[in-house]
């Protein structure tokens, strides 16, 4: 939160959250929607909330937020997640457990500060999209990316990716890449 935001702005962005939070759980909605809510962690209160529905849950977004990081627990709560937008938070890494999300198909991480790929991600064998664009990594594990068995694409433009990553990057792959070149 900036020094800028006022009393009420809070309890306004507070009331937003909780409302999208009911709206899924009385709706039984499979997603939760809480993009562009100010937040700064995932709310504790919300695990309690969503106990009964978290596993119709499979898609969240928490884009444009100003979070640093996601805990353990948010990713061993939502077990059956299948998407997960995070981007333009300020996340500079991702938890151990995020590596035991067994339905995971898509994670984005698009403008974030993120100074090296999320190593967990690629234990993660349904996951076919991964999203990093602007962060500010310079190295790929390529071989553990080849590995992936669902990997589809792999968007890693605008990072200050190394010559030899690049040079990895250049070769065929079984899953599609989006990066930056320099011309």
Known sequence: MSETTSKSEMA???ANVARRINATVEEGKNSLDLSNCKLISFPDGVFKVLRSV???IQV????DN???AVSNKFFTTFTQLRELDLHGNVL???PEKVGEMSHLTSINLAN???SSFPDKLT???TLERINLEGNSITELPVEKLSNMPALKWLNVKSNPLDSNTQAALQSPHTYDVLMTTES
């Open 112 to 114: 974030n500060s993120l």
């Open 66 to 68: 100003e979070m640093k």
């Open 54 to 56: 978290t596993e119709n």
């Open 92 to 94: 500079t890494k991702l």
């Open 60 to 63: 969240i977004s928490l884009a």
């Open 123 to 125: 234990e993660i064998a």
């Open 12 to 14: 306004e962005a507070v």
